[in-house]
């Protein structure tokens, strides 16, 4: 049995393979699964983790570590946009955005306990809304909305007891927010919720069957961040602040840096990492990886627990956002994913169906994986540890 194993999905083609690390052998294969990449993957206890079928419309749960790959398949709602449990990993919920549509339409909410097998669907804003699960006995879910923005709070008893019919439920309690929240997260151990927003990191604490506001945490810097998540080794907050002109044209000229928020001192560094695109991190056992964009030369970029930095050369993607381009349409891109019990980060190589195994503390790479499939727009990837405490973070990544 391996000590980590990887997950990759190309979600254009509907594969996703299970790879054994640090070998690289791919060990085991789903066809016709096109899982939303959106909504990403969700750890969940012993080393099992929840996705979404966006076109057969259903949650799965795959166990790579067990017999069976899929260990269970709930009906949900779809297009999944955000994907969350509870801190136990037993209750789940799915909201639904955009899709291949060019605004959104759908209202749906999923809940889905998974001790029981119960499901329910109910309809909630129009919107892209962001969630997350608090715990704590009577399990609230929390929706993130934009335009207006708001918090809104629902008690997850009440909606997977909705009657049969997608009823339209209203928030419990609701908390305003600015307009422009992009980015979620939850630290268990504190029971606060967090959003991302033009003027900071909006943190908010449980209270009874409601929400009370905390202070803004700064980004410390003009740039914001679009991506939020939680640090379980050391209950850190990680985004990375894009900045410079927001015309998507002018996309190689952006600046980026890695913005750490300490949820015990209330510390705050910034570290550069460099123009281009930069979005989505992994979490490695000593290190924090980002994968950079940029039309001189992509690269990995890990920076170790001891804020140093080392940038590790990609080879270039047939495809690639170009200038003059946007970095989003119909161009290739790299997805990273690590684990918090492993040294290794795993990138991809969009169009080319490649995957690179580095060593986070040499920048070495130690295999490099070709799969069957092109890894469309970078395909979308999850490094798992049977009991890595990746499950610390109960949002979908």
């Known amino acids: 049995m391996p000590a980590s194993v990887l ?11 299970v790879l054994d690390v640090p070998s690289g052998t791919v060990t085991g294969r789903l066809t016709g699964r096109h899982l939303s990449e959106h909504a990403g993957f969700l ?55 955009l899709g291949r549509s060019a605004e959104p339409w759908s209202d749906l909410l999923t809940v889905v306990d998974l001790a029981t097998g119960g499901a329910a669907r109910v309809r909630t804003r ?9 715990g704590d006995g009577d399990p609230l879910v929390v929706l993130r909305h934009r335009e207006p923005g708001a918090l809104a709070v629902h008690r997850f008893a009440d909606l997977l007891a909705a009657r049969p019919g997608c009823p339209v439920v209203q928030p419990h309690a609701v908390l305003p927010l600015p307009d422009d929240g992009h980015g979620d997260a939850q630290d268990p151990a504190s029971g606060r919720v967090f959003a991302a927003t033009g003027a900071g990191v909006h943190a908010a604490r449980r209270k009874s069957g409601g929400l009370v506001a905390e ?28 900045g410079g002109a927001p015309d998507p044209l002018r996309w190689p000229d952006w600046t980026n840096r890695a913005w750490r928020h300490d949820l015990e001192t209330g510390r705050t560094v910034l570290t550069d990492l460099g123009p281009g695109l930069v979005f ?3 979490l490695a056992r000593d290190h924090t990886a980002f994968t950079r964009v940029h039309p001189d030369g992509d690269e990995l970029v890990l920076l170790g627990s001891d804020d140093t930095l080392r940038r590790v050369p990609l080879p270039a993607m047939t495809g690639a956002p170009r200038r003059g381009g946007t970095p989003w349409e119909g161009v290739q ?14 990138v991809t190589r969009g169009g080319h169906g490649e995957v690179h195994l580095v060593d986070a503390r040499t920048g070495h790479e130690t295999a490099r994986v070709r799969l069957d499939t092109p890894l469309h727009h970078g395909g979308h990837a999850v490094l798992l540890g049977r009991n890595d405490g990746a499950d610390g973070d109960p949002l979908g990544r």
């Open 7 to 17: 997950l990759v999905s190309d979600h254009v083609d509907g594969a996703v393979y």
């Open 215 to 242: 202070a803004v945490i700064p980004w410390e810097s003009p740039a914001r961040g679009w991506y939020l998540r939680l640090d379980t080794r050391r209950r850190a907050l990680w985004s990375t602040l894009r």
């Open 280 to 282: 989505r991190l992994a």
């Open 126 to 134: 129009v919107g892209e809304p962001g969630v997350t699960v608090l």
């Open 333 to 346: 891109r790299r997805a990273v994913a690590a684990s918090p019990g492993d040294h290794r980060v795993a």
């Open 43 to 97: 750890a969940l206890p012993g080393g099992r983790v929840a996705c979404v079928d966006d076109r057969r419309g259903e949650l799965l749960v795959l166990d790579p570590f067990g017999g069976e790959l899929v260990e269970l398949a709930v009906p949900v709602a779809v297009p999944a946009e955000h994907l969350a449990c509870d801190p136990s990993g037993r209750r789940l919920a799915v909201t639904t955005g």
